[in-house]
Nanobody, 127 residues
């Protein structure tokens, strides 16, 4: 199982970026896949995920209405469209995968919930 994130960069507040995560060694449909971020000096936190069971999507409150997670099964790629970016969105963004489906009460937003991780891609929101 391998995941590789890309698409980070420097963007002004209010701007947009789309992150990509290319996966290999597994089929997207068979795993719950998600995005995390880690700001300097802070813990890694869940941003969004898509559950393997029914494709339901989940978002952290801080990004609801601004970020959109999606996947392209044919390309085996996960995306995170980030709009209306704020300075507090700055950090290293990671994609992750796990065999478990998200169920009621699942702590998908915690680092320990996911088993497989890609390397990070840096996002800086600054004027």
């Amino acid at each position: 199982v391998q995941l590789q994130a890309s698409g980070g960069g420097l963007v002004q507040p209010g701007g947009s970026l789309r992150l990509s995560c290319a996966v290999s060694g597994f089929t997207l449909d068979d795993y719950t896949i998600g995005w995390f971020r880690q700001a300097p000096g802070k813990e890694r936190e869940g941003v969004s995920c898509i559950s393997r069971s029914d494709g339901s999507t989940y978002y952290a409150d801080s990004v609801k209405g601004r970020f959109t997670i999606s996947r392209d099964n044919a390309k085996n790629t996960l995306y995170l469209q980030m709009d209306s970016l704020k300075s507090e969105d700055t950090g290293d963004y990671y994609c992750a995968a796990d065999k478990s489906p998200v169920r009621a009460g699942s702590a998908w937003y915690r680092r320990a919930w996911f088993e497989y991780w890609g390397q990070g891609t840096q996002v800086t929101v600054s004027s």
